[in-house]
């Protein structure tokens, strides 16, 4: 599975941003499909997952009510729309395929990972 991000950039506080993940050299809707984010000097974590259908999704409790992570199959795509964005949401982000199809947010059972595309947000 190859993954490419994009759709990253800088924005105000407030405002929003969606990223997109392309995927290929798997069929898509056979595994699900994760969002993490690197800060700077942090770990990286969890964001958002979402099932091979689309119709499960997890969050993080950082992220909810705010971000919305979504799959297009016929596109081979996912998409996460961050609103309401924040300075702490600078980082990294990464897409990542799990190829189990679960949602958790344990980054070992995730298989393959895209190359991130920078998120930041000034106040």
């Not at 979504?70 to 795509?77: E, F, G």
């Not at 990294?92 to 947010?105: E, K, T």
Request: charged letters at 15%.
């Amino acid at each position: 599975v190859q993954l490419q991000a994009s759709g990253g950039g800088l924005v105000q506080a407030g405002g929003s941003l969606r990223l997109s993940c392309a995927a290929s050299g798997r069929p898509f809707s056979s595994y699900s499909m994760g969002w993490f984010r690197q800060a700077p000097g942090k770990e990286r974590e969890f964001v958002a997952a979402v099932s091979w259908s689309g119709g499960l999704t997890n969050y993080a409790d950082s992220v909810k009510g705010r971000f919305t992570i979504s799959r297009d199959n016929a596109k081979t795509t996912v998409y996460l729309q961050m609103n309401s964005l924040k300075p702490e949401d600078t980082a990294v982000y990464y897409c990542a395929a799990h190829l189990g199809g679960g949602l958790g947010s344990r980054q070992l059972s995730y298989d393959y990972w895209g190359q991130g595309t920078l998120v930041t947000v000034s106040s």
